[in-house]
């Protein structure tokens, strides 16, 4: 008989060792968690919504590895108006982050602070675990961090090569080198899209909605990136191209990016993201694992910034 | 019981079967990387490779593109997928597939066909018959056929590949497998399979859940099939009938499932309910899978039947999943086949359920995904159980097939 039975019944002789050997400690307690950027709380929102009590904040939940992204404290204004009161924002490497709120909320304005083109007031911003300055978008794509806004910003009179590689053009002496880029745009492409766009010449004009995305997206690729932020990807496509473009995104975090994702619909929110973030009014009010919570809370922290346990303590 | 090692001969055939089936799997490597992939010396790579390239399964070049490396360049091994191919063969519910893969799992070639549902299973063996037929003579003329498999969407007996029961696809006593390789004449045999347990391989090995050895796949046709991958093996049970997850009872006293139970996700989740759900009728000659399409779609587009009858199908899927994560705690979920558009239109629904109906220890860090090998999961599933033969002893598998009629082969 196997004497592991009742510790999970693996086959094999192997369980015995495993069940004594190690107990079920989740990966997150290791040794290193204890020397992550956030040793002062040792007690994670996971464990604390699990039992029940106490109020999910925006730390990472129970997590080992450092968050590619790490906004602390932010505050925005514009003129009188106070867009975002002391935000917290994280997105992991190898996680789609979904960003939600009502309109007004504030999302598009804190990814104008992530991707530099509208610097916060005050805050402050780490890029792997160490502070950066981010005051401009080259700032931003210098550190690898890709914004696709949802206008895609392609130029539609040019095609796929050439939007891809805009601005950065791979030289060989003084002319462009042509075959690579063609090479690269194609390897990327290929990574990304279930069904192969035809011809890397094609110009945009003449690409669906959804292909776009993908393109507008494959720059993130290219580039090597390390945080792509997706702003409203799927509006104005169809379901079949919103699947496809969920399908990418999720892909793309699959690789080890991370992934900031801001949508209005709580089925693609749902489908793809492992964490959801929420802003009420200027204010983040949950930052929470997509696994741990409904539907219903999600829609009742968009529309009035609390859910039972989940929103900031009153 | 004592068991002496294994034997030279076994070592070899074991190594020869794991470097076949590295080029087969991660696609062309040099030897360089064989070597440190497989843990072996180059110069058994190198032996490796020749006993290969001998008997025309993999061919040895010169690495493509400019090599910056200093030093002589290292050559890459690739299968020789247009000389050793397999059948796969696809039966669903609305449509025929048949395709010649190469080794390396390139679709060389494939034939389609629509079938309908009323349609006498007779001309089912006919249909695929002549699609084999013609994919073969298109082969190369020293190419060889090393396997064919059929994946069918009912539960089938391991030992001896009979059908016992198709709820959408009634195909009587036919012996599919025998009938196949009677009629087809390539002196092999043809084995037909469960077509969730294949795309649960071939998600295992080729898509979404590479490098994921604990996997469910769920898969939507008419009814709902499920093969569940335990420790990288596909869980079969005593007599293969296992991973039936769409006659998993979620809702008991619910709706009649076609298997005579009641409640069965497959009852409640299924095609037939979906359209009742949102008030439109099974449309002949219509295949489902465009027909629970249009209820996504339709969802998507405000179509306030549609959405209710999308939501209540995903809370019990949510139901279903909740209870596979209790029970098998697998690393990741897949949803294919129509699975895969109802998944991500009630995807808010299944995880709520999830949230609130498993225990969060295993849910945490559960990954639920679509199928990446779209919808040719069975038809890459078949494939790859088809060449299982082969891989597993490369040099024997292609000595005997490559025999002329009537010799023996020691």
Same mark, same amino acid.
């Given at each position: 008989m196997n004497p592991a039975g009742h510790g999970g019944g693996a086959g094999g002789g192997e369980p015995v060792a495993r069940a004594i050997g190690s107990?079920? =400690?989740?990966?997150?307690?290791?040794?290193d968690r204890y020397g992550a950027?956030? +040793?002062? %709380?040792?007690?994670t929102d996971h464990d604390r919504l699990a039992r029940g009590g106490g109020v999910a904040r925006w730390?990472?939940?129970?997590?080992?590895v450092t968050p590619a992204l790490d906004l602390r404290g932010v505050d925005k204004s514009f003129g009188s108006v106070r *867009?975002?009161?002391?935000v917290a924002f994280t997105a992991c490497p190898g996680e789609v982050t979904a960003l939600v709120g009502d309109n007004g909320a504030g999302k598009t304005t804190l990814v104008k602070c992530i991707g530099g083109i509208d610097p916060f007031d005050r805050g402050e911003y780490r890029f792997e675990g160490r502070p950066v300055r981010v005051g401009s978008p080259r700032d931003a794509s210098r550190l690898g961090i890709e914004v696709v806004h949802q206008d895609l910003?392609?130029?539609?009179?040019?095609d796929i090569v050439q939007n891809l590689f805009l601005g950065r053009e791979r030289r060989r002496g003084l002319s462009l080198d042509e075959d690579t880029m063609e090479e690269m745009a194609r390897t990327a492409l290929s990574g990304l899209a279930v069904r192969t766009m035809g011809s *890397?010449?094609?110009? *945009?004009?003449?690409?669906s909605g959804g292909q776009r995305q993908t393109v507008a997206i494959a720059r993130a690729v290219l580039y090597d990136s390390k945080v792509v932020v997706l702003d409203?990807?799927? +509006? +104005?496509?169809g379901v079949a191209q919103t699947q496809q473009v969920l399908e990418t995104v999720r892909r793309l975090a699959d690789r080890g990016l991370a992934v900031v994702l801001i949508s209005h619909n709580m089925n693609d929110v749902f489908a793809v993201s492992d964490r959801i973030a929420a802003l009420y009014l200027g204010r983040m009010v949950a930052q929470v694992?997509?696994? %741990? =919570?409904t539907h219903r809370q999600i829609v009742e922290l968009i529309t009035s910034g609390a859910s039972g346990d989940l929103g900031p303590r009153r | 019981m004592m068991k002496g090692g294994p034997s030279q001969e076994d070592i070899r055939r074991h190594n020869l079967g794991t470097l076949l089936r590295f080029v087969h799997l991660r696609g062309p490597a040099s030897r360089a990387v064989l070597a440190e992939s497989l843990g072996l010396n180059r110069s058994t790579i190198m032996a490796l490779t020749a006993d290969l390239t001998a008997a025309g399964l993999v061919r040895e070049e010169l690495p493509r593109g400019?090599?910056?490396?200093?030093?002589r360049p290292s050559l890459v091994v690739r299968p020789e997928s247009t000389r050793v191919y397999v059948l796969a063969f696809e039966v669903g519910v609305d449509r025929l597939v048949v395709a010649r893969v190469g080794?390396?799992?390139?679709?060389l070639d494939r034939r389609e066909g629509v079938r309908a549902r009323d349609s006498d299973p007779a001309d089912l063996l006919g249909v695929l018959v002549a699609g084999a037929r013609a994919l073969v003579r298109k082969a190369e003329r020293d190419a060889v056929c090393v396997g064919a498999s059929v994946g069918f969407p009912g539960t089938v007996r391991r030992?001896?590949?009979?059908?016992?029961?198709?709820?959408?696809?009634d195909v009587g006593d036919l012996r599919l497998g025998d009938a196949l390789s009677r009629r087809l004449g390539l002196g092999i045999p043809v084995s037909v399979c469960n077509d969730a347990n294949l795309g649960a391989l071939a998600e295992h090995e080729r898509?979404?859940?590479?490098?994921?050895?604990n996997l469910i796949y769920l898969h939507g046709d008419v009814g709902v099939g499920g093969g569940i991958i335990a420790h990288g093996r596909l869980l079969g049970g005593d007599e293969g009938?296992?991973?039936?997850?769409?006659?998993?009872?979620?809702?008991? !006293?619910g709706r009649p499932c076609a298997c005579g139970s009641n409640g069965c996700l497959e009852a409640e989740v299924g095609e037939r309910t979906l359209l009742c759900l949102a008030g439109r009728e099974e449309i002949p000659g219509q295949a489902g899978r465009d027909a629970v399409r249009d209820i996504v779609a339709a969802a998507d587009a405000g179509d306030i039947a549609a959405r209710e009858a999308l939501q209540r199908v995903g809370k019990w899927l949510g139901l279903g999943v909740a209870n596979l994560v209790n029970v098998f705690n697998p690393g990741m979920v897949v949803f294919g086949g129509t699975l895969r558009d109802i998944y991500l239109g009630s995807a808010a629904q299944i995880r709520s359920v999830l949230a609130t109906g498993a225990l969060a220890a295993p849910r945490e860090k559960v990954k639920l995904r679509t199928a990446a090998? !779209?919808?040719d999961t069975t038809l890459v599933g078949a494939a790859e159980f088809a060449f299982a033969e082969v891989l597993a002893d490369p040099l024997q598998v292609l000595a005997r097939l490559r025999a002329p009629e009537g010799s023996t082969v020691s």
């Amino acid at each position: 008989m196997n004497p592991a039975g009742h510790g999970g019944g693996a086959g094999g002789g192997e369980p015995v060792a495993r069940a004594i050997g190690s107990p079920a =400690v989740p990966d997150g307690a290791g040794p290193d968690r204890y020397g992550a950027p956030y +040793a002062a %709380d040792t007690l994670t929102d996971h464990d604390r919504l699990a039992r029940g009590g106490g109020v999910a904040r925006w730390e990472p939940l129970g997590m080992s590895v450092t968050p590619a992204l790490d906004l602390r404290g932010v505050d925005k204004s514009f003129g009188s108006v106070r *867009v975002l009161h002391d935000v917290a924002f994280t997105a992991c490497p190898g996680e789609v982050t979904a960003l939600v709120g009502d309109n007004g909320a504030g999302k598009t304005t804190l990814v104008k602070c992530i991707g530099g083109i509208d610097p916060f007031d005050r805050g402050e911003y780490r890029f792997e675990g160490r502070p950066v300055r981010v005051g401009s978008p080259r700032d931003a794509s210098r550190l690898g961090i890709e914004v696709v806004h949802q206008d895609l910003a392609l130029c539609e009179n040019l095609d796929i090569v050439q939007n891809l590689f805009l601005g950065r053009e791979r030289r060989r002496g003084l002319s462009l080198d042509e075959d690579t880029m063609e090479e690269m745009a194609r390897t990327a492409l290929s990574g990304l899209a279930v069904r192969t766009m035809g011809s *890397v010449r094609q110009r *945009v004009s003449t690409l669906s909605g959804g292909q776009r995305q993908t393109v507008a997206i494959a720059r993130a690729v290219l580039y090597d990136s390390k945080v792509v932020v997706l702003d409203e990807p799927a +509006a +104005a496509l169809g379901v079949a191209q919103t699947q496809q473009v969920l399908e990418t995104v999720r892909r793309l975090a699959d690789r080890g990016l991370a992934v900031v994702l801001i949508s209005h619909n709580m089925n693609d929110v749902f489908a793809v993201s492992d964490r959801i973030a929420a802003l009420y009014l200027g204010r983040m009010v949950a930052q929470v694992r997509t696994a %741990d =919570v409904t539907h219903r809370q999600i829609v009742e922290l968009i529309t009035s910034g609390a859910s039972g346990d989940l929103g900031p303590r009153r | 019981m004592m068991k002496g090692g294994p034997s030279q001969e076994d070592i070899r055939r074991h190594n020869l079967g794991t470097l076949l089936r590295f080029v087969h799997l991660r696609g062309p490597a040099s030897r360089a990387v064989l070597a440190e992939s497989l843990g072996l010396n180059r110069s058994t790579i190198m032996a490796l490779t020749a006993d290969l390239t001998a008997a025309g399964l993999v061919r040895e070049e010169l690495p493509r593109g400019p090599g910056r490396r200093a030093g002589r360049p290292s050559l890459v091994v690739r299968p020789e997928s247009t000389r050793v191919y397999v059948l796969a063969f696809e039966v669903g519910v609305d449509r025929l597939v048949v395709a010649r893969v190469g080794l390396g799992g390139v679709v060389l070639d494939r034939r389609e066909g629509v079938r309908a549902r009323d349609s006498d299973p007779a001309d089912l063996l006919g249909v695929l018959v002549a699609g084999a037929r013609a994919l073969v003579r298109k082969a190369e003329r020293d190419a060889v056929c090393v396997g064919a498999s059929v994946g069918f969407p009912g539960t089938v007996r391991r030992s001896d590949d009979m059908i016992m029961f198709g709820p959408n696809l009634d195909v009587g006593d036919l012996r599919l497998g025998d009938a196949l390789s009677r009629r087809l004449g390539l002196g092999i045999p043809v084995s037909v399979c469960n077509d969730a347990n294949l795309g649960a391989l071939a998600e295992h090995e080729r898509g979404a859940g590479v490098g994921c050895d604990n996997l469910i796949y769920l898969h939507g046709d008419v009814g709902v099939g499920g093969g569940i991958i335990a420790h990288g093996r596909l869980l079969g049970g005593d007599e293969g009938y296992g991973g039936e997850i769409g006659h998993m009872i979620v809702n008991p !006293g619910g709706r009649p499932c076609a298997c005579g139970s009641n409640g069965c996700l497959e009852a409640e989740v299924g095609e037939r309910t979906l359209l009742c759900l949102a008030g439109r009728e099974e449309i002949p000659g219509q295949a489902g899978r465009d027909a629970v399409r249009d209820i996504v779609a339709a969802a998507d587009a405000g179509d306030i039947a549609a959405r209710e009858a999308l939501q209540r199908v995903g809370k019990w899927l949510g139901l279903g999943v909740a209870n596979l994560v209790n029970v098998f705690n697998p690393g990741m979920v897949v949803f294919g086949g129509t699975l895969r558009d109802i998944y991500l239109g009630s995807a808010a629904q299944i995880r709520s359920v999830l949230a609130t109906g498993a225990l969060a220890a295993p849910r945490e860090k559960v990954k639920l995904r679509t199928a990446a090998l !779209g919808d040719d999961t069975t038809l890459v599933g078949a494939a790859e159980f088809a060449f299982a033969e082969v891989l597993a002893d490369p040099l024997q598998v292609l000595a005997r097939l490559r025999a002329p009629e009537g010799s023996t082969v020691s």
